[in-house]
T-cell receptor, first 115, second 116 residues
Framework: AQSVTQLDSQVPVFEEAPVELRCNYSSSVSVYLFWYVQYPNQGLQLLLKYLSGSTLVKGINGFEAEFNKSQTSFHLRKPSVHISDTAEYFCAVSGATDSWGKFQFGAGTQVVVTP | KAGVTQTPRYLIKTRGQQVTLSCSPISGHRSVSWYQQTPGQGLQFLFEYFSETQRNKGNFPGRFSGRQFSNSRSEMNVSTLELGDSALYLC???????????????FGSGTRLTVV
């Protein structure tokens, strides 16, 4: 079984400032890791994913994340945020095999970007 | 390429009634998963279907059920609705069929169910 902890429930940030959203996970098996974004009244949109290989993963809209196996972390970063990045962000984990559609999601981090 | 389509977008039901939600996956996707999202419990996995067979199931009571048709469209049903069933229900689809590897799921916009 896997679990995910998002360390911040809300992150306020000024426009054009950098942001980091923290995610830690636990698992007894190899995992895939994901970050999703949810805008109000919408579904989940995939930002990026780590399956294997390079630990620095680049996603859409200028986001990137780094997989750290020793610290079991997968933190999301953006060097300069826009007002349109205001949304809720979810870190998710699944086992690398035999997961059959099941993701374990974190509780979410609400990002509020102000001018 | 059309995305995952969920219908209806909004639904209001009375406690004790039953409800059926529909999900049309991306063309060619044969795996469909369902999630419940609430402010208190967050995103929770309900079940997953592939080729009309349920392959995985979360920890929900038997009032929650689903099925998948031969064209991969899926429905979920909740019987004897309770106030706590009020939630956003999300469907996701994937073409992935290789040993349950979850790396190709696309989510729909969800059905917002309100139980009164």
């Amino acid at each position: 079984a896997q679990s995910v902890t998002q360390l911040d429930s809300q992150v306020p940030v000024f426009e054009e400032a950098p942001v980091e959203l923290r995610c830690n996970y636990s698992s007894s098996v190899s995992v895939y890791l994901f970050w999703y974004v949810q805008y109000p009244n919408q579904g989940l949109q995939l930002l990026l994913k780590y399956l294997s290989g390079s630990t620095l993963v680049k996603g859409i809209n200028g986001f990137e994340a780094e997989f750290n196996k020793s610290q079991t972390s997968f933190h999301l970063r953006k060097p300069s945020v826009h007002i349109s990045d205001t949304a809720e962000y979810f870190c998710a984990v699944s086992g690398a095999t035999d997961s059959w559609g099941k993701f374990q999601f974190g509780a979410g981090t609400q990002v509020v970007v102000t001018p | 390429k059309a995305g995952v389509t969920q219908t209806p977008r909004y639904l209001i039901k009375t406690r004790g009634q039953q409800v059926t939600l529909s999900c049309s996956p991306i063309s060619g996707h044969r795996s469909v998963s369902w999630y419940q999202q609430t402010p208190g419990q967050g995103l929770q996995f309900l079940f997953e279907y592939f080729s009309e067979t349920q392959r995985n199931k979360g920890n929900f009571p038997g009032r929650f059920s689903g099925r998948q048709f031969s064209n991969s469209r899926s429905e979920m049903n909740v019987s004897t609705l309770e106030l706590g069933d009020s939630a956003l229900y999300l469907c996701a689809s994937s073409s992935s069929r290789d040993r349950g590897r979850n790396y190709g799921y696309t989510f729909g916009s969800g059905t917002r169910l309100t139980v009164v």
